[in-house]
């Protein structure tokens, strides 16, 4: 029996593999396509921006093509969690063309190829892995720490990046770099050389925006697994590490919103090299109405917007809502919260023990104390110095 094509993106922690992925996803060659997203959230966001449906998938569970992989299931019970899911995709009708795997970026490359072939009616045909070329100048001097020709960080969080990122290259049949719209052109071409020498084999494919394509890459080579077993034997990776060690997750949960000021002076204060890695939905309490979807890798941080709460729909400021909608709307919220309805704080942060626990405590601090939560209620403004103008999130 044919075997069907098995894609798995990897690269570290922000390299814009979800965003990758969901701009794959819009291609109607990929309308039936499975996907498999690897996460160690305990929330699984990533599987959310992904997938059709206006809620998560279960973990461990694959619902409309879309199967999350988060918690328990991205690490102890990765092989036997991925062995059920791959029995489910094999009996989809009708097929999937393609499975592609979305892995945490703190994932070991070897123990994440053999959890995903362990099912022969499953091929191998790329491992592709992003790299954030805005990170790589700045934090690798163009990848040079990572040949050993630049010296390594004096700081233990980049010396893990370091190494996690160069496994994952070394294992790598395409190489995505993305972000290239914030480099220098002189620099991506040291960039894409240093990257050679790391990996020769590997096709190295240019991205802005998500702009890459997935069928564009369909001349490349398929990897060959023996080649690759015999890769990590020659170097003794671990088999069952899956993931980066002492780099966990934890989330912030809470219904307060934050104070758009001390945000920011948090993130210029506790964000640390530490901290690989937050993602999650924010509101302030400048933009009541706001859904802001928060994306954080290294020191960038992005906002988008990606709705209104119902909260805010449901106040009728326009009027354009029926009696029996806004009626709707109230039961809905009033199993919510009494003063803020469905508006929450839900932020994955991975990382390093020190730094996730010093980010942590600086977002608490950041969230509206009961004054100033009188004062919103009462339409006091607050000073916000985040941009006016956020990103839309489609």
Known sequence: MKSSPLVVLCGFLGS??????????????????AILVHDLSEFGLD???????????????????????????????????????????????PPAPVLICEST??????PLIRAMTQDKRFELRHFIVCVDALNLHRDFSDGKVLTGEAPSPQDEAL?????????????????ILTKIDTI???????????????????AIGLSAQAGLLL???????????????????????????????????????????????????????????????SKGYVWLASRPGDVLLWQQSGSQIALEYSGI???????????????EEAESLNQQLKVKHPLFGDRHNEL???????????????????LCTEEEIEAWLNGESFEDPWPKTIRRFD
């Open 348 to 366: 994955t942060l991975i990382g390093l023990e020190a730094d996730r626990n010093s980010f942590y405590q600086a977002l608490e601090a950041a």
């Open 105 to 110: 970026g703190a994932a070991r490359p070897w």
């Open 215 to 277: 069928s564009q890459l369909e001349s490349t080579p398929a990897p060959k697994l023996a080649e690759l077993e015999e890769l990590a034997s020659r170097f003794q990776l671990p088999r069952d590490a899956v993931t980066l060690d002492n780099v966990e997750a934890e989330i912030l949960r809470d219904p307060r919103p934050f104070h758009p000021q001390r945000l920011m002076e948090a993130c210029q204060r506790y964000l640390g090299t530490g901290l690989y890695r």
């Open 16 to 33: 814009g593999k979800t965003t990758l992925l969901r701009r794959w996803r819009k291609e109607d060659s990929l309308k039936d396509a």
């Open 159 to 175: 010396t893990r990046a370091a190494g996690v990122l160069a496994e994952q290259i070394a294992f790598a049949n395409i190489i």
């Open 309 to 323: 709460w119902r909260a805010e729909v449901a106040l009728n400021r326009d009027g354009t809502l029926l009696p």
């Open 47 to 93: 599987a959310e921006l992904v997938s059709d449906e206006d809620q998560l998938p279960p973990p461990g569970k694959l619902v409309n093509r879309v199967a999350a992989l988060h918690g328990e299931h991205a690490r102890e019970h990765l092989q036997n969690s991925v062995g059920k899911v791959l029995g489910d995709i094999a009996e989809l009708q």
């Open 184 to 202: 220098a052109d002189p620099i991506i071409e040291t960039q894409i050389k240093t990257l050679q020498a790391i990996q020769p084999r590997a």
